[in-house]
């Protein structure tokens, strides 16, 4: 049984008051003005569907059969949303979902899968993208975007203060429900003494693949960390835990490039520098640029890794950002 949209929704499960706080933002966007809401839903669908939201006011516009002096039309359009917590979706589900809207009345017919994509993998959805060109000739649209994509969108609008204040609030909720990809924003600073070597001239970072104090969160960039400063920043292409000669997984690409890619690189980098050593997780990084990012307490760095938040949009841009500054004027992460 379906439920109105609510400020209390009353949902136990977390994706359901995702979806709740999701479409209500949504409603209070269309109830302000029809335009805010087609501009968010032109800018996370990639389809300019921004002219059919809302009345249209013409005048003197030729029909079949008449010009009429004045016209108030209002195009039909039907959106399903399925909702994700994570970057996994049922191939079956969607196309369940593309039958029914399909059923739905004439009309631009949309389907969004909205989730917290962390991988980049292109191909995911590219049966469900077929089954919309050849099963439905293109008269229903899928689109996959994230929830960081939605609060850019909203974030972009010129809203009242009450509205922006409500945009605030539902980016802070997505935030801490862990639905907006802070590795973006994330540098993970790394105890390298002893292994100087191999990030700045073989860029790469060796590890083993275990949990504990190798276990790293998914980040942006490294830091090459040495006598009290991190020395180096890079960015992260790709991580790739090497079990043994034959077995391998790819646990993140933050770069565009192929899963085959990163192994045959990670691969042929701990041939050169820890030949036969499994498991090993292979970091590799792009060019490193250098910096002075100081630690400017008492002691060296507690255990094996530090994180902080960041804001470059690369290495060298990070590492302008870091020079001559201490740890304790950024916000550990």
């Not at 003197?60 to 002096?69: F, H, I, L, N, T």
């Not at 192994?263 to 490193?288: C, H, M, N």
């Not at 100081?294 to 760095?301: F, I, L, P, Q």
Request: hydrophobic share 35%; proline share 3%; with cysteine.
């Amino acid at each position: 049984m379906s439920k109105s949209i609510s400020l209390f929704s009353g949902y136990s499960q977390k994706e359901n008051r995702t979806t709740n706080y999701c479409l209500l933002i949504l409603k209070l966007l269309y109830e302000e003005n029809p335009k805010y809401l087609g501009e968010v839903l032109s800018a996370v669908l990639g389809e300019q569907v921004g002219d059919q939201v809302g009345v249209q006011f013409r005048q003197q516009e030729k029909r079949s059969k008449s010009v009429p002096d004045g016209l108030i039309a209002q195009s039909a359009f039907t959106v399903y949303i399925e909702t994700k917590n994570f970057d996994w979706f049922n191939d079956s589900q969607i196309a369940n979902h593309l039958e029914a809207l399909n059923d739905e009345a004439p009309g631009l017919k949309i389907l969004l899968a909205l989730g917290n994509f962390e991988s980049s993998d292109e191909g995911r959805f590219a049966e469900i993208h077929t089954l919309c060109t050849t099963t439905y000739q293109g008269k229903v649209v899928f689109a996959a975007t994230g929830f960081e994509n939605l609060l850019d969108a909203l974030r972009e609008l010129t809203l009242p203060k009450n509205l922006s204040d409500t945009v605030a609030d539902f980016g802070a909720y997505l935030d801490e429900e862990g639905l907006l990809p802070n590795w973006q924003y994330r540098l993970d600073a790394v105890n390298c003494a002893g292994i100087v070597e191999e990030p700045i001239e073989g860029k790469v970072y060796l590890c083993p693949a275990t949990g504990g104090a190798y276990n790293h969160k998914r980040s942006k960039f490294f830091g090459l960390y040495k006598w009290k400063r991190v020395s180096h920043v890079a960015v992260i292409k790709a991580v790739v835990d090497l079990d043994s000669p034959t077995t391998q997984r790819v646990l993140w690409k933050n770069v565009p490039g192929t899963d085959n890619e990163f192994i045959a690189s990670a691969r042929e980098k701990l041939g050169r520098w820890r030949p036969d050593r499994f498991p090993t997780r292979v970091f590799l990084l792009g060019d490193l640029a250098e910096t002075e990012f100081w630690k400017d307490t008492k002691r060296g760095m507690q255990g094996s890794k530090q994180y902080f938040w960041v804001n470059a949009k690369d290495a060298e841009d990070l590492a302008e950002q870091l020079r001559g500054r201490g740890w304790s004027e950024w916000r550990e992460g």
